[in-house]
């Protein structure tokens, strides 16, 4: 009797990093107001050419340039999780990370009621990120709602199934990933990934920051 066992080895598997900022709390109302206050004062309601609806305030593409104590501090918080992933998924130690120059551009979405936006992904970037200010509202019946949809780099495999591969699980799964975002959440991904944003039904505004980020290393 033939008793050989294959192997099965988790090829292609793509990192995606989740944390929670313990202290955005003490940054939160400041961050609402200061973009409140921007979003009055701009003159453009959108700055992109991701598809989105009027139901979106898009900023300009400098946020963590602005000279603000709570900026600073979000700055602060998410440059050192996405050094330290970049670390950990390279094993570079403080050495190497240390020669990496960060570029990138920043901005902030206040979505209100019926926002959306389409799929997407971030050309001439290596990371991007998202953190959650302000959640919004549940809606009853409506779980989607203002979720952040990371999409399968697998859905070309849907091409056929049949019962033998429709049900795979965990890091081989057809499946996308949903986040129904929490305060002081924040997810990093690689830029090539395409995302989308779920129509949002609350009628509490969902306020997010986002980011992209590319790297020099110094000689």
């Known amino acids: 009797m033939n008793t050989s066992k294959s192997e099965i080895l988790p090829l292609f598997s793509v990192p995606l990093g989740v944390t929670y900022n313990d202290n955005h709390m003490a940054i ?8 409140k206050e921007r979003e009055q004062k701009s003159n453009k309601s959108q700055h992109g050419l991701v598809t989105k609806n009027s139901k979106v305030f898009e900023s300009s593409f400098d946020l963590f340039d602005w000279r603000s104590d709570c900026i600073n ?6 440059w050192g999780q996405l050094y330290q992933m970049i670390g950990s ?19 902030y979405h206040i979505t209100r009621k019926g926002g959306y936006f389409g799929i997407h992904n971030h050309a001439m970037s290596a990371w991007s990120g998202v953190y959650c ?22 859905i070309g495999t849907t091409s056929y199934i049949d019962k033998s591969c429709s049900s795979l699980k965990g890091q081989f799964s057809r499946g996308n990933r ?22 949002y039904f609350g009628e509490k505004e969902r306020i997010t920051v986002a980011f992209n980020a590319w790297f020099k290393m110094a000689t």
């Open 178 to 199: 949903l986040f129904d975002l929490k305060e002081g959440q924040l997810v990093i991904f690689p830029s090539w990934l395409l995302h989308e944003v779920k129509p």
């Open 133 to 154: 200010v302000q959640a919004g509202d549940k809606v009853e019946g409506s779980p989607d709602s203002g979720c952040l949809n990371i999409v399968s780099p697998h």
């Open 28 to 35: 939160k109302s400041e961050l609402i107001q200061l973009f």
């Open 73 to 78: 501090e979000l700055r602060t918080y998410c």
């Open 89 to 107: 998924l390279n094993q570079y130690d403080v050495g190497m990370l240390k020669k990496l120059h960060i570029a990138s551009e920043s901005w």
